[in-house]
């Protein structure tokens, strides 16, 4: 019997770190416009106000550190090696932080930079952008280069493979969903007719996703549910 373990995580696996989200109350999208800094379809048009808001966030990953969420992902993986797959919604580093490897991160990821003329992508780590002077490092282009976090009405190559997995789930697969809403990605329809047992964690109960369609729900910070939820994923891998 060949048990796995499929992990989609959202803004709230980080927010115990102190990263803000984007869609709660108090959230990023509160207070900056999104059809601004993160629109595929104008974003040219506010360059450098959309680099400035890039450049903040990057900027202040160092003074965010992995919680006991991000680190419990990690250990299933050390624990159950290729047997854990671990799909992403956040742009930040604290999970690789933590010791997790290949990551699919769907939005792309805050420490790269993709250019639109050339689609060259490349890391930037922890640095900034200047808008007007930096150039793409392949073709050399300026105002083609944008942050390599998918923004909204961008394609999102990684969707596929989420498909991909979600369609491959087993009655040996469990599912553990991690702090979202389900307003981007949609994974409670996504999970609906899905065989195999699954736990959902949230800070609170979302209209986006029927909690009914869970074996397991921790209405509770990522932080503190970790520890259930790991004794929930052990029992799985080991019954």
């Not at 050339?118 to 083609?144: E, F, L, M, N």
């Amino acid at each position: 019997m060949n048990k796995n373990i499929l992990v989609f995580t959202g803004a709230g696996v980080s927010a115990p770190s102190g990263i803000p989200t984007f869609r709660d109350k108090g959230g990023i999208w509160t207070k900056y416009d999104m059809d601004k800094v993160c629109d595929y379809t104008t974003w040219k048009s506010h360059g450098d106000l959309v680099h400035d808001f890039h450049n903040q966030l990057r900027l202040a990953l160092p003074t965010y550190q992995p919680n006991a969420a991000h680190m419990a992902i990690a250990q299933w993986q050390r624990d159950y090696s290729n047997r854990v797959t671990v799909f992403t919604q956040n742009v930040d580093d604290l999970l690789e932080r933590a010791g997790c490897q290949n990551i699919i991160k769907l939005h792309g990821d805050l420490q790269h930079m993709k250019c639109t003329q050339c689609h060259h992508v490349w890391p930037v780590g922890i640095s900034s952008w200047t808008y007007r002077t930096d150039t793409c490092v392949k073709c050399g282009s300026k105002k083609a280069v944008k942050p390599g976090t998918v923004f909204f009405y961008e394609h999102a190559p990684e969707y596929a493979r989420l498909s991909m997995a979600l369609r491959d789930i087993s009655e040996h697969t469990l599912t553990v969903v991690i702090g979202t809403s389900g307003q981007v990605v949609d994974i409670g329809s996504m999970l609906f007719d899905k065989p195999g047992p699954k736990i959902l964690n949230n800070l609170e109960s979302s209209l986006a996703i029927n909690d009914q369609l869970f074996d397991h729900v921790f209405y509770e910070s990522a932080h503190t549910a970790s520890v259930a939820i790991s004794h929930l994923v052990n029992q799985h891998m080991q019954s």
